[in-house]
């Protein structure tokens, strides 16, 4: 199984970017996914979840109203829209599925056993 993230970058506050992670070596329809992130000197958080037929999503608090979570299972994606970007923002973001076939939102990163090799999303003030 991998899991290939990809967009990350350097913006200002306020502006937009789009991350996509490309799945591959699974039944990628019948998984539920999520994306994380890691500042530094902190600990891994929940960011975003959507289930197998991207109908359900469930965002962090801290994300909610500015990040959309969406996929296309024809073609094995996983998009994150960031927009309205804020310093605290800055973080490598993972994007994550679980080890098993498991098809509704899951929010705890316990619950994910496939992590992407991360991208670096960095917000200038």
């Known amino acids: 199984v991998q899991l290939q993230a990809s967009g990350g970058g350097l913006v200002q506050a306020g502006y937009s970017l789009r991350l996509s992670c490309a799945v591959s070596?699974?039944?990628?329809?019948?998984?539920?996914l999520g994306w994380f992130r890691q500042a530094p000197g902190k600990e891994r958080e929940f960011v975003a979840a959507?289930?197998?037929?991207?109908?359900?999503?469930r965002y962090a608090d801290s994300v909610k109203g500015r990040f959309a979570i969406s996929r296309d299972n024809a073609g094995n994606t996983v998009w994150l829209q960031m927009n309205s970007l804020k310093p605290e923002d800055t973080a490598v973001y993972y994007c994550?599925?679980?080890?098993?076939?498991?098809?509704?939102?899951?929010?705890?990163?316990?619950?994910?056993?496939?992590w992407g090799q991360g991208t670096l999303v960095t917000v200038s003030s």
């Open positions: 070596g699974l039944a990628f329809s019948t998984y539920a």
């Open positions: 959507v289930n197998w037929s991207g109908r359900r999503t």
């Open positions: 994550a599925a679980p080890r098993l076939s498991y098809t509704d939102v899951l929010t705890a990163a316990a619950a994910y056993g496939y």
